[in-house]
């Protein structure tokens, strides 16, 4: 009872107090003097203001639909400790109220303060709907302090309030001094490009996009708020479209931030107190705008209509080569079938149902596969016979191969090796040994694609709904949205990987068919000459290129390095699986399985994530990555060296050293695979070499550093394969020679667009945007999509090589080709 009652008492003593502080404001409200005074634009008026006093200036102007002025306010205090009592300014006008305080105290990271004695505002421009108007604002001028402050107040018009298309505009702006201005969409402009430059770097600055609405958001602590919005040094662009502003018209508002970090600037120092006031110094900051027509509707539909044409006229010209090649097929056949064929039907004349060498007679051939028929696969016919039947054969099952392991061994390490000696297993077991590639590599692509998909979508939403235009790391000089992507031409542009990679199955498929017939008619060429066929791997190649060209387009979907590794997952799989290819081509046999090559990718992949979170100025990761990267290399050094026939167990090491002493210090002989040493010594010395540059620059890309081994192996690799073929007397035909200089021009051009560099997310947005350049193509597309066109005919050109560069073997038997 007694708690209650002292409860009860405090009660009504904080009661008592409230309303004695309540009626001491009402009574020095009642003794504040109010002065109203009516105001002229562009007269400065230079007042003291006190907590006994307050003023109210009050201004009209005539407001024209017609034209559209701007009212600025601009207020200097030219007291002393103002921070203390600072002065409110509150400006009231029709539909809408300003207030601010001077000095205004802006916040900047770790919640630091700097104030700003002079200070310029805006006013927003409320609608009118008579032809002419009269409106009327007032400026309240009050503040708490007893001593007075002394301020400075000018109300001014801004004839250049409304911008002009294609006439640029230059200004001043500072943090406390932002700056905005209209722009009205003219008939016959349905999207437009605002572009603000400044040859100054610093201070950092934010240029936003908002729609005509009180208030206007232009502090730095809020113009984030609404609209779309980017940080920029130099330069910023925003494509801006007629249907998302429903009065046809926008603000462009430009603010200049506090402090510079945001635009990759470093941070001056850091405060002692988290109260503490700090000069901000000089940030005004020069800059000029511009607002120009985006491209018409035309121009989408010529970009769409000349990237279709450039890959199409692709399967023209393969439809074109198809027909040469069936002709001089026909030829042979004509020749063959009248010496043999008829010799068993006397009497009969063959007709054919198409003219000879007619168009009808290629597409004939073309579509339906018809297969050369040689002189000897003839004479074979009614004297050879499939040896195996077809059944499910495992090759875990058991060993295919006819003698014992023992052999096997022997077998492998002859020091000089022929294909027949590794072509030993059963074709068939083979084959869907490397089908599994192919259904692998698309299982794959599915659940990637799926995930990856979903979550860009996710991006752009983000994008769209929150203005946020740092996000995503685009050429905004060159970035054409449609619909809801804000860069539909850098996606377009990746629609030569998918369509060139279907050619490349398309091609495939038709040797795959012509060869199964030719090994149904007991073909002895297809049997026992030139490199054993195996189109697995090829299938994977042309189904990698395809998700290639689908997961790019998804990183341009919003670009950035959280999902850079979209873009470059399946280009470690084509480097992969094209190395696994030529090494396929001498050594079908004892090639990596398909599960063991995807779990090496999906290792690799696995260090990319981890390179893109940890790998940027750790050490200790890319110590780690280095050291794994270099017993990577040795094992697979030793792997290729001994073909497989070594193990690694406990006795490891005792067996290399008994090699170190019997090979190098009891007797110096050299080793007995030379080309294999020298390859194999190469290819070391050019990845510790790539190691060590790793762990000395930490570059920032990981991902593009972990390419840039893959391509510099399958270079490696393949620049040996081709001396070795010279080397050991075989020749390039024309059609293979063809594809290597012509792949070799496209990739030299496509390198050179691809480091143009028109956007890096290794930078922060804004110094990203110093990079961006204007379209080169159609006005539609950049120097980043010449890069996509480029470089997908130019896999497409390297995936042609590999499959015709040994097509001069078809004739030769495998016991005479080397391996190597």
């Given at each position: ?725 010279l080397r050991s007397g075989e020749r390039i035909q024309c ?12 990739w030299g051009f496509a390198l050179f667009f691809f480091f ?65």
């Amino acid at each position: 009872m007694i708690h209650l009652q002292l409860i009860l008492f405090r009660l009504g003593y904080v009661a008592l107090l409230l309303l004695c502080v309540t009626h001491l404001r009402c009574a020095r409200a009642e003794n504040k003097t109010v002065v109203q005074k009516y105001a002229e634009f562009d007269v400065t008026y230079n007042d003291t203001v006190t907590s006994d006093n307050q003023t109210i200036y009050a201004f009209n102007h005539t407001v024209s639909r017609n034209k559209t002025e701007g009212v600025r306010v601009t207020v200097d205090v030219l007291s002393e400790g103002a921070e203390s009592s600072p002065i409110l300014f509150v400006v009231r006008q029709k539909q809408a109220v300003l207030s601010f305080q001077v000095p205004l105290i802006l916040r900047g990271l770790y919640q630091r303060k700097y104030p700003y004695a002079h200070v310029g505002r805006t006013l927003c421009q409320p609608p009118t709907r008579t032809l002419s108007e009269t409106q009327y604002f007032f400026v309240d001028v009050s503040t708490l302090s007893n001593l007075g402050t002394h301020y400075q107040l000018r109300i001014s018009r801004v004839d250049s309030f409304t911008l002009h298309t294609d006439k640029k505009f230059s200004f001043t702006a500072s943090p406390s001094q932002p700056q905005y201005f209209k722009y009205v969409f003219p008939d016959g402009v349905d999207t437009a490009i605002v572009k603000v430059n400044s040859e100054m770097t610093f201070p950092c600055s934010v240029m936003s996009i908002q729609d005509i609405q009180c208030p206007v958001y232009d502090l730095d602590n809020n113009v984030a708020f609404i609209g779309m919005y980017q940080t920029m040094t130099k330069t910023a662009a925003i494509t801006v479209q007629r249907k998302d502003f429903p009065s046809n018209s926008f603000y462009v508002v430009v603010v200049v931030k506090t402090e510079d970090e945001a635009c990759g600037g470093p941070l001056r120092f850091y405060p002692l107190r988290p109260d503490e006031l700090i000069d901000a110094g000089n940030r005004s900051k020069t800059l000029d705008v511009v607002v120009s027509p985006a491209i018409s509707s035309d121009v989408y539909v010529m970009g769409m209509l000349f990237c279709l044409g450039i890959f199409l006229s692709f399967y023209l010209l393969t439809f074109l080569v198809a027909c040469v090649e069936n002709k001089r097929s026909v030829d042979r056949f004509t020749v063959i079938y009248s010496k043999y064929i008829i010799s068993y039907t006397p009497g009969v004349t063959p007709v054919s149902p198409y003219e000879y060498g007619s168009f009808g007679e290629c597409v004939c051939l073309l579509f339906s596969l018809f297969p050369p028929v040689s002189e000897r696969s003839l004479e074979s016919v009614t004297g050879r016979s499939r040896q195996e039947s077809l059944s499910s054969i495992e090759e875990d099952d058991y060993d295919t191969l006819a003698d014992i392991d023992s052999d096997k061994n022997i077998v492998r390490t002859k020091k000089y090796l022929c294909v027949s000696d590794l072509a030993r297993k059963d074709k068939r077991v083979l084959s869907k040994k490397y089908q599994i590639y192919f259904w692998n590599i698309a299982t794959i692509g599915v659940f990637y694609a799926l995930p990856v998909i979903q979550l860009v979508i996710t991006y752009q939403t983000v994008v769209n709904v929150t203005g946020n235009q740092d996000i995503c790391y685009y050429n905004f000089l060159c970035a054409h949205p449609l619909g809801n992507l804000s860069a539909f031409n850098n996606i377009l542009s990746n629609l030569g990987y998918v369509m060139l990679g279907l050619l490349f199955l398309l091609i495939v498929l038709q040797r795959d068919i012509i060869h199964s017939r030719a090994l149904d008619r007991n073909d002895l060429n297809a049997l026992e000459c030139g490199i054993p066929k195996h189109f697995g791997l090829f299938y994977a190649m042309g189904t990698a290129l395809m998700m290639e060209g689908l997961l790019s387009a998804c990183y341009h979907v919003c670009p950035n390095y959280t999902n850079f590794q979209f873009d470059t997952s399946f280009m470690y799989m084509i480097a992969g699986l094209c190395v696994l290819k030529l090494y396929q081509k001498r050594h079908p046999d004892i090639n990596a399985s398909a599960y063991t090559a995807y779990a090496c990718l999906a290792a690799v992949i696995f260090f990319s994530v981890l390179g893109v979170v940890f790998g940027k100025g750790n050490m200790v990761f890319w110590i780690i990555f280095s050291v794994l990267h270099i017993l990577a290399t040795m094992l697979l050094s030793t792997q290729l060296y001994y073909m497989g026939r070594w193990r690694l167990d406990s006795g490891i090491l005792r067996r290399i050293v008994y090699v170190i002493y019997t090979d190098c210090i009891r007797q110096c002989s050299g080793p007995m695979y030379i080309d294999r040493m020298v390859l194999l010594v190469m290819g070391n010395i050019v990845n510790w070499s790539l190691a060590a540059y790793g762990l000395l620059k930490t570059p920032n890309d990981f991902a593009s550093y972990l390419l840039a081994i893959a391509i510099c192996n399958l270079l490696l690799y393949f620049a040996f394969y081709i001396i070795m073929k010279l080397r050991s007397g075989e020749r390039i035909q024309c059609m293979a020679m063809v594809c290597i200089l012509f792949t070799a021009v496209v990739w030299g051009f496509a390198l050179f667009f691809f480091f143009q560099g028109l956007s890096t997310w290794q930078k922060t947005p804004a110094e990203s945007r110093e990079h961006n350049r204007d379209c080169i193509v159609l006005s539609f597309f950049d120097d980043h999509d010449i890069w996509h066109f480029l470089s997908s005919i130019a896999m497409f050109g390297s995936f042609l090589v590999l499959l015709t560069m040994d097509d001069d073997l078809d004739d030769v038997q495998r016991d005479k080709i080397f391996v190597f």
